[in-house]
């Protein structure tokens, strides 16, 4: 009897969900017999919408739990023997370097590092907890953002801070996406006909989180997310990189804590704090053509720092294969992928405007022929996860 894997991807504003057949998971092969996404959680505009062998939509007010209550309500018919469930767990810490079989034990370690990632691992578990509580007896697999960047070397992992403070309290980079990071170099890859070993890849995944990530010769060696996934890009609610000394003036200034302080970075800063409007790049570049101009100082001011980031993570290689965007924004906008690499001065890149404005070829391939390879590949963490799942609860 087939035994299809569950996976669940909590994030901050969202829940994907996809439902796959067993056989043919581990080569990756098999495609979701049921998908679901929910989107803009938390807001009066969420919505979720199931699709494959069921149909469902809807759009109202929903929160995380609500809306994954609400998918394994309406799925629960094809959620019979199922093999197991996998759930993105963004931070693993220096305790989690790899995927794992959640017990009681291991879910009491994931609430120990919580703190470090307070947008989603909240999330993570929370969806953990809610599938064991209605599903008991389905293994669950935590499969984490930060495993792929264990290859990050010492130089690109240590912060410039007393080194007790990484020996004692483990303050590093740890890095995030990488899951979506090892998807996407191992489809690159694929597209590119040539070894993952063997190839040198730029990606940048932007979504409501962005981040980048050099891959040297298939490894992460260096990626712009830190201890948190606050480091780094612009995001939709997150600030990205900041001055440290900016909460200490900001305190000083207004008398707000330090969690205060922490949770308007997180929650209330990147594109939505720019352009006081949103969070979301669709509608922000909608307003912009209304002449927005808090929607407008949002989207250069993105562009430009993923245009830097890009450029700083370069220095890693002697020679790119390929420029790669992923994620929501990465996938889905030619017109932030035009900007950003019209900010990105120093390298020749050109794009081919009408594979940009369609998201690429068959290829991925969007710039001109002869100039440097950019590529727009969609990732498929849900996949990588699956495969994860799969292999873990194999001879459980």
């Given at each position: 009897?087939?035994q299809p894997?569950l996976?669940?991807?909590c994030g901050?504003?969202s829940?994907?969900l996809?439902?796959y057949p067993t056989?043919?998971?581990a080569?990756g092969?098999?495609?979701p017999?049921v998908?679901?996404?929910a989107?803009r959680?938390?807001?009066d505009?969420a ?5 494959g062998?069921?149909?469902?939509s809807t759009?109202?007010p929903l ?5 994954l209550?609400?998918?394994?309500d309406?799925?629960k018919d094809h959620l019979?023997?199922l093999?197991?469930?996998g759930?993105r767990?963004?931070?693993?810490g220096?305790?989690f370097?790899?995927s794992v079989l959640?017990?009681?034990d ?8 919580s ?8 999330m993570?578990l ?12 389905v ?7 930060t ?5 990050l070397?010492?130089s690109a992992y240590l912060?410039g ?7 004692e309290h483990?303050v590093?980079?740890?890095g995030?996406?990488g899951?979506s990071?090892r998807y ?9 006909k040539?070894?993952?070993?063997q190839?040198?890849?730029?990606i940048a995944h932007l ?9 040297r010769q298939?490894?992460?060696?260096d990626?712009?997310?830190?201890l948190?996934p606050?480091e780094?890009l612009i995001?939709g ?9 900016l ?11 330090l969690d205060?302080?922490?949770?308007d ?8 704090g720019?352009?006081d ?12 053509q209304?002449d927005?101009?808090g929607a407008?100082?949002?989207i250069?001011a993105f562009?430009?720092r993923?245009a830097?980031?890009l450029?700083a993570?370069?220095?890693n290689l002697s020679?790119?294969d ?8 990465g ?9 950003i690499?019209?900010?990105w001065?120093?390298i ?7 594979l ?9 391939r969007?710039?001109?022929k002869?100039?440097p390879?950019?590529m727009?590949i969609p990732t498929?963490?849900e996949l990588?996860?699956?495969t994860?799942?799969?292999?873990m609860?194999?001879h459980?």
């Amino acid at each position: 009897m087939t035994q299809p894997v569950l996976v669940v991807n909590c994030g901050s504003s969202s829940v994907k969900l996809a439902l796959y057949p067993t056989f043919g998971v581990a080569s990756g092969s098999i495609r979701p017999s049921v998908t679901a996404l929910a989107e803009r959680l938390g807001s009066d505009n969420a919505s979720l919408t199931i699709s494959g062998d069921m149909q469902f939509s809807t759009s109202e007010p929903l929160d995380h739990k609500q809306a994954l209550t609400l998918f394994l309500d309406k799925a629960k018919d094809h959620l019979n023997n199922l093999k197991g469930i996998g759930h993105r767990v963004v931070h693993g810490g220096e305790v989690f370097h790899e995927s794992v079989l959640l017990d009681d034990d291991t879910l009491a370690s994931l609430h120990e590092i919580s703190p470090l990632a307070p947008l989603h691992n909240p999330m993570n578990l929370m969806g953990i907890e809610i599938c064991r509580d209605i599903m008991p007896g389905v293994p669950n697999v935590a499969v984490f953002d930060t495993a792929f960047h264990q290859s990050l070397p010492e130089s690109a992992y240590l912060y410039g801070v007393p080194y007790q403070w990484y020996e004692e309290h483990q303050v590093r980079r740890y890095g995030f996406h990488g899951t979506s990071y090892r998807y996407v170099s191992q489809e690159a890859a694929r597209r590119l006909k040539q070894p993952v070993e063997q190839l040198n890849l730029i990606i940048a995944h932007l979504g409501n989180g962005c981040s980048a990530c050099v891959i040297r010769q298939g490894r992460s060696v260096d990626t712009s997310m830190g201890l948190t996934p606050l480091e780094g890009l612009i995001m939709g609610t997150r600030s990205g990189d900041v001055d440290p000394g900016l909460l200490a003036h900001m305190t000083n200034e207004t008398g707000a804590s330090l969690d205060e302080l922490m949770s308007d970075l997180n929650r209330k800063s990147g594109l939505l704090g720019l352009s006081d409007l949103s969070n979301d790049m669709r509608t922000l570049l909608a307003a912009e053509q209304d002449d927005n101009a808090g929607a407008k100082r949002a989207i250069d001011a993105f562009c430009f720092r993923v245009a830097r980031q890009l450029s700083a993570l370069s220095c890693n290689l002697s020679s790119t294969d390929a420029v790669v965007f992923t994620g929501g924004i990465g996938e889905h906008s030619g017109e932030i992928r035009r900007r950003i690499l019209a900010a990105w001065r120093n390298i020749p890149y050109r794009l081919d405007s009408s594979l940009n404005d369609s998201n690429g070829n068959q290829s991925g391939r969007i710039s001109e022929k002869g100039t440097p390879l950019v590529m727009v590949i969609p990732t498929d963490e849900e996949l990588m996860i699956a495969t994860d799942t799969y292999q873990m609860t194999e001879h459980d």
